[in-house]
């Protein structure tokens, strides 16, 4: 756009901006997620690992019983660890979702934003600096 065309359009049409709107239902998907994962880590500690050794039985049906066990413990710890993993998953995808919203916001026009920038407003204390707004303070002794 050439300088004569920009002061001839409407302000709104100088916004422009990279992020469409989001539909609340995209965060949805990861709460869902996550809500999964803590029913996975849940079932994973909610099973019962441990099993009570009887010694009437015969060895080979204690073996039996002691390998099921060990092999139930593996598949438990595997849940566990899957339901860490779509927790962590659906934070990430919820926390991008939060700063893509954050950075796509354009409610602060270029005023204001300048006006946040001006140094003028910060203060000097405790340093060497003059300030030029501020009003002139005579040494007294």
């Known amino acids: 756009m ?10 709104d049409t100088l916004i422009v901006c990279c992020c469409t709107a989001r539909d609340e239902r995209c ?4 709460m869902l997620i996550m809500i999964v994962g803590l029913v996975f880590m849940v079932v994973g500690f909610a099973v019962p690992r441990g099993y009570d050794f009887d010694p009437n039985k015969p ?5 039996a019983t002691e390998n099921f066990y060990i092999t139930l413990g593996y598949h438990l710890d595997i849940c566990i660890t899957v339901g860490m993993g779509f927790i962590a998953l659906g934070g990430m995808i919820v ?3 939060m700063l893509q919203e954050a950075f796509c916001n354009n409610e602060d026009d270029d005023e204001s934003f300048s006006e946040y920038l ?3 407003n910060y203060s ?11 009003p002139n303070i005579q040494n007294s002794r």
């Open 2 to 11: 050439l300088p004569q065309q920009i002061d001839e359009t409407p302000d």
């Open 27 to 30: 965060t949805l998907v990861p």
């Open 59 to 63: 060895a080979r049906e204690m073996e």
């Open 95 to 97: 926390s991008t979702l």
């Open 118 to 120: 001006n140094l003028a």
């Open 124 to 134: 000097n204390y405790g340093t060497s600096v003059t300030n030029d707004h501020a």
